[in-house]
């Protein structure tokens, strides 16, 4: 009876033994994390059988879609709102494929753009840095607000629409009280103008009052101090150097003829003639669609508008557009000439042709 219950211990003290050297086998495998080398081991054998399924994407439609991720979201809580925007089809399987990548441990709260024709392992590991959520924007030389607003519209990156930007950056908005001092801006003026045309990184948090404020620093920041201290020693605000600006970016299609289409319009303020300019005619009609339409001369006396230079004297009330930093350093810094006329030339090279007298200027036409 002895004999039996002998080997009945050896038994269990072998099989005690296997199991504590089995178990410290399984503990320096998995680097001291048994636990989580077993879970993984499932996680790895289960998503063997489903690459098919990590790699399939929802569509094909690359349409940016805005996901965000609030602080403190765990992997099934971000699953399941991938799950209910259509990004992804299957929760469980997202958050295995995070889980056995050690990517659940990286992924960062914050906004991003995907796409449905993302895959989940595509979708997990851009989940990981939000600083990449930023998109392209570009704003033009010569376009006005509305037309900016437009672009806006347009960009499906955007979480606001042109009639949003429009209500902080139009007439009667509020306007930091620095900037309007800063630009000589007359009270309930919009910001027409001072929209500087770039091409812009955006974050995917902007707001309308955020981009407004962001273009109004950069066009600060290119116009520079030198510029405005030299205007206001030719007697001229930065109000005013930014409306003829507008003007010359409108009529120049070459940087190159800025300065000197800008002493044409210097010469004739300072003899007292009228700016008689196209594009201050264009600016009050504008439409939709059609935001600086072909004009005749029939229109030079029939828009009758404080913009229309043809018939008001001096600069237009404000300015017509957004220039580039060149169209205002003309403004500034004109070529010295004695040419009050210019028009098209004939080449249809995008140059003009300049004329110190009316009857030159009749010369030149085609």
Same mark, same amino acid.
């Given at each position: 009876?002895?004999r @039996?219950?002998? %080997?009945?211990?050896?038994?269990?003290?072998?099989l005690?033994?296997?199991?504590?050297?089995?178990?410290?086998?399984?503990?320096?495998? *998995?680097?001291? =994390? !048994?636990?989580?080398?077993?879970?993984?081991?499932?996680?790895?054998?289960?998503?063997?059988?489903?690459?098919? &399924?990590? $790699?399939?994407?929802?569509?094909?439609d690359?349409? !940016?879609?805005?996901?965000?991720?609030? !602080?403190?979201?765990?992997?099934?809580?971000?699953?399941?709102?991938?799950?209910?925007?259509?990004?992804?089809?299957?929760?469980?399987?997202?958050?295995? /494929?995070?889980?056995?990548?050690?990517?659940?441990?990286?992924?960062?709260?914050?906004?991003?753009?995907?796409?449905?024709?993302?895959?989940i @392992?595509?979708?997990?590991?851009?989940?990981? &840095?939000?600083?990449?959520? +930023?998109?392209?924007?570009?704003?033009?030389?010569?376009?006005?607000?509305?037309?900016?607003?437009?672009?806006?519209?347009?960009?499906?990156?955007?979480?606001?629409?042109?009639?949003?930007?429009?209500?902080?950056?139009?007439?009667?908005?509020?306007?930091?009280?620095?900037?309007?001092?800063?630009?000589?801006?007359? @009270?309930?003026a919009?910001?027409?103008?001072?929209?500087? @045309?770039?091409?812009? +990184?955006?974050?995917?948090?902007?707001?309308?009052?955020?981009?407004?404020?962001f273009?109004? &620093?950069?066009?600060?920041?290119?116009?520079?101090?030198?510029?405005?201290?030299?205007?206001?020693?030719?007697?001229?605000?930065?109000y005013?150097?930014?409306t003829?600006?507008?003007?010359?970016?409108?009529?120049?299609?070459?940087?190159?003829? =800025?300065?000197?289409?800008?002493s044409? /319009?210097?010469?004739?303020?300072?003899?007292?003639?009228?700016?008689?300019?196209?594009?201050?005619? +264009? #600016?009050?009609?504008?439409?939709?669609? $059609?935001?600086?339409?072909?004009?005749?001369?029939?229109?030079?006396?029939?828009?009758?508008s404080? %913009?229309?230079? %043809?018939? $008001? &004297?001096?600069?237009?009330?404000?300015?017509?557009?957004?220039?580039?930093?060149?169209?205002?350093?003309?403004?500034? /810094?004109?070529?010295? *000439?004695?040419? #009050?006329?210019?028009?098209?030339?004939?080449?249809?090279?995008?140059?003009?042709?300049?004329?110190?007298?009316?009857?030159?200027?009749?010369? $030149?036409?085609?």
């Amino acid at each position: 009876m002895a004999r @039996p219950i002998r %080997y009945l211990l050896l038994a269990v003290i072998t099989l005690g033994l296997l199991g504590i050297l089995g178990a410290g086998a399984l503990f320096l495998i *998995s680097g001291g =994390q !048994p636990v989580d080398f077993v879970q993984k081991t499932l996680i790895r054998l289960s998503l063997s059988s489903r690459q098919a &399924d990590l $790699n399939r994407a929802v569509s094909t439609d690359t349409t !940016p879609l805005r996901f965000t991720v609030n !602080p403190g979201d765990t992997p099934p809580i971000i699953a399941q709102n991938l799950v209910a925007q259509n990004l992804i089809t299957d929760a469980r399987l997202f958050v295995d /494929y995070v889980r056995l990548y050690d990517i659940d441990r990286q992924l960062e709260a914050g906004t991003y753009f995907l796409n449905r024709a993302q895959t989940i @392992p595509e979708i997990a590991n851009a989940l990981t &840095d939000s600083r990449n959520s +930023q998109f392209a924007f570009r704003i033009l030389e010569g376009w006005r607000l509305e037309e900016v607003a437009a672009a806006i519209d347009d960009n499906p990156y955007f979480p606001f629409t042109s009639n949003d930007f429009l209500a902080v950056v139009g007439p009667g908005a509020p306007v930091a009280a620095t900037f309007a001092q800063q630009v000589d801006l007359p @009270p309930g003026a919009s910001l027409e103008g001072f929209m500087y @045309p770039d091409t812009y +990184q955006l974050p995917a948090e902007v707001t309308p009052a955020w981009l407004r404020d962001f273009l109004t &620093d950069t066009f600060l920041e290119r116009v520079g101090p030198q510029i405005p201290i030299d205007a206001k020693a030719q007697g001229l605000t930065l109000y005013e150097v930014v409306t003829l600006a507008s003007i010359i970016e409108r009529e120049a299609i070459h940087a190159d003829e =800025q300065p000197l289409i800008a002493s044409v /319009y210097r010469n004739r303020l300072r003899d007292g003639m009228r700016l008689e300019a196209d594009p201050t005619v +264009q #600016y009050p009609i504008g439409r939709a669609g $059609n935001w600086w339409p072909r004009i005749t001369a029939d229109h030079y006396s029939s828009v009758v508008s404080p %913009y229309n230079t %043809y018939l $008001n &004297d001096g600069l237009p009330p404000g300015p017509i557009a957004s220039p580039g930093i060149s169209a205002i350093q003309a403004a500034v /810094y004109p070529a010295t *000439s004695d040419f #009050y006329y210019f028009r098209a030339d004939c080449r249809s090279d995008g140059y003009h042709d300049f004329a110190r007298t009316f009857e030159e200027h009749v010369e $030149n036409g085609c």
